[in-house]
């Protein structure tokens, strides 16, 4: 359901404000979203005033430094630090996308971090997405062929491998499902972008046998067409891929088929 | 623990892209013109009831606030009718580059504007 308030305990609040303590003439605001699970206080906004003269280039490193230099309660995800493992998606200025990738200079003003929208808070920036793993599992993201040539490779042809391009990329951040208004609203029903485009990713796959299957599965007023191409999946994806096109295409093959 | 978490903000802090603004739009101008559908049958009903309820509304439509009325409704047909013509090449496959939906979207809402002035130069004002 549409609900455009944040619940009671969700209301954000102003929180700590951390001084410069380097005497640095190059300083800027970073304005980081805050909760602690220990106890029962509701989510803060603390803000920090970051040493640029001695920070590299993307917003993961302005995490680090703070968290290494100014504040180490901070929590967030983070891994691979070169946008391949998606773990330290957040929005970042209102929109989503991998810390490690995004430049704080493409940023005016004070940065603003808050976690991936419409997610229970684990803690600080951390979302909890074990409702997206969950559907990203019902869709079966495996190779369905009763074939048993285990001693030789399942050949494609360049045509047919040609069609994954743009779907294997996705490294399942979940940047373009948490951007989505319809998922927003109906997440727990919806598939939303990134599971479609995983969806989708095995329909076109020439080895797998199942394409009907598939198809007849994700076939439902809910799990697909709660998709309005409001297209803030492509406006989000940090690897530049197409969930809405991919959403197009499923829909264009039901209704072709 | 599920209560007890809260929900990280949304809305309130997404930007807004073109997309997502044309999208909008194009459900609030949709049930605004089921409103306006029914007022204008309510207007084609009003003519039964002969001349002089005829002259009120066309009355009222000289007020500005009449005025107002008819400019909202050319511009939300306007904006309802090119937003779906870019819902059909959507549903076709075509239009999902970021750019080309920036573009389509932009024309969207200035050509609604545009298609407002058009129409109502040729009947309000002359």
Redesign the interface.
Same mark, same amino acid.
């Given at each position: 359901m549409v609900q455009i308030n944040l619940p009671q305990n969700s209301k954000v609040q102003k929180g700590k404000y951390y001084k410069d303590k380097t005497g640095s003439k190059n300083i800027r605001k970073v304005n980081i979203y805050r909760w602690d699970p220990s106890n029962d206080e509701n989510p803060r906004i603390d803000t920090y005033e970051v040493d640029m003269d001695n920070c590299p280039s993307k917003v993961l490193d302005l995490l680090n430094k703070i968290k290494n230099e100014i504040d180490s309660s901070i929590a967030y995800r983070r891994s691979c630090a070169h946008g391949v493992c998606g773990s330290c998606a957040m929005n970042m200025d209102g929109k989503n996308g991998l810390a490690c990738t995004k430049p704080h200079k493409e940023i005016k003003g004070d940065i603003n971090i808050y976690p991936l929208p419409h997610l229970k808070v684990q803690k600080d920036l951390i979302g909890d997405l074990s409702t997206l793993y969950r559907q990203y599992e019902s869709v079966e993201p495996w190779l369905k062929n009763s074939k048993k040539n285990d001693d030789k490779e399942n050949l494609q042809s360049i045509e047919d491998r040609s069609k994954l391009d743009g779907l294997y990329e996705c490294i399942m951040c979940a940047c373009c499902s948490t951007s989505c208004p319809s998922y927003w609203w109906n997440g727990d029903k919806y598939l939303g972008p990134a599971v479609l485009l995983q969806a989708y990713r095995w329909i076109i796959d020439s080895r797998d046998e199942e394409r009907k299957e598939r198809l007849k599965k994700v076939a439902d007023e809910l799990k697909l067409y709660r998709c309005h191409t409001i297209m803030n999946c492509t406006n989000a994806c940090p690897k530049g891929l197409n969930p809405a096109k991919a959403i197009a295409s499923i829909k264009k093959m039901l209704a072709t088929s | 623990m599920?209560d007890?978490?809260?929900? =990280?903000? *949304?809305?309130?802090?997404?930007?807004w *892209?073109i =997309? =997502?603004l044309v =999208?909008i739009s194009h459900r609030i101008t949709g049930i605004l013109n089921i409103i306006i559908v029914t007022l204008i049958c309510f207007w084609i009903a009003f003519l039964f009831f002969g001349n002089t309820s005829y002259e009120l509304l066309q009355k009222f439509f000289d007020t500005y606030f009449g005025k107002f009325l008819i400019t909202g409704t050319v511009w939300s047909f306007s904006f309802q009718i090119l937003s779906e013509v870019r *819902?059909i090449f +959507?549903?076709?496959?075509y239009g +999902?580059?970021?750019k080309t939906?920036n573009i389509t979207g932009l024309l969207v809402i200035f050509g609604s504007f545009f298609l407002t002035i058009l129409i109502l130069m040729q009947n309000l004002f002359i």
């Amino acid at each position: 359901m549409v609900q455009i308030n944040l619940p009671q305990n969700s209301k954000v609040q102003k929180g700590k404000y951390y001084k410069d303590k380097t005497g640095s003439k190059n300083i800027r605001k970073v304005n980081i979203y805050r909760w602690d699970p220990s106890n029962d206080e509701n989510p803060r906004i603390d803000t920090y005033e970051v040493d640029m003269d001695n920070c590299p280039s993307k917003v993961l490193d302005l995490l680090n430094k703070i968290k290494n230099e100014i504040d180490s309660s901070i929590a967030y995800r983070r891994s691979c630090a070169h946008g391949v493992c998606g773990s330290c998606a957040m929005n970042m200025d209102g929109k989503n996308g991998l810390a490690c990738t995004k430049p704080h200079k493409e940023i005016k003003g004070d940065i603003n971090i808050y976690p991936l929208p419409h997610l229970k808070v684990q803690k600080d920036l951390i979302g909890d997405l074990s409702t997206l793993y969950r559907q990203y599992e019902s869709v079966e993201p495996w190779l369905k062929n009763s074939k048993k040539n285990d001693d030789k490779e399942n050949l494609q042809s360049i045509e047919d491998r040609s069609k994954l391009d743009g779907l294997y990329e996705c490294i399942m951040c979940a940047c373009c499902s948490t951007s989505c208004p319809s998922y927003w609203w109906n997440g727990d029903k919806y598939l939303g972008p990134a599971v479609l485009l995983q969806a989708y990713r095995w329909i076109i796959d020439s080895r797998d046998e199942e394409r009907k299957e598939r198809l007849k599965k994700v076939a439902d007023e809910l799990k697909l067409y709660r998709c309005h191409t409001i297209m803030n999946c492509t406006n989000a994806c940090p690897k530049g891929l197409n969930p809405a096109k991919a959403i197009a295409s499923i829909k264009k093959m039901l209704a072709t088929s | 623990m599920k209560d007890k978490n809260p929900l =990280s903000p *949304h809305i309130q802090i997404y930007s807004w *892209h073109i =997309s =997502s603004l044309v =999208s909008i739009s194009h459900r609030i101008t949709g049930i605004l013109n089921i409103i306006i559908v029914t007022l204008i049958c309510f207007w084609i009903a009003f003519l039964f009831f002969g001349n002089t309820s005829y002259e009120l509304l066309q009355k009222f439509f000289d007020t500005y606030f009449g005025k107002f009325l008819i400019t909202g409704t050319v511009w939300s047909f306007s904006f309802q009718i090119l937003s779906e013509v870019r *819902h059909i090449f +959507f549903d076709l496959g075509y239009g +999902f580059e970021l750019k080309t939906s920036n573009i389509t979207g932009l024309l969207v809402i200035f050509g609604s504007f545009f298609l407002t002035i058009l129409i109502l130069m040729q009947n309000l004002f002359i």
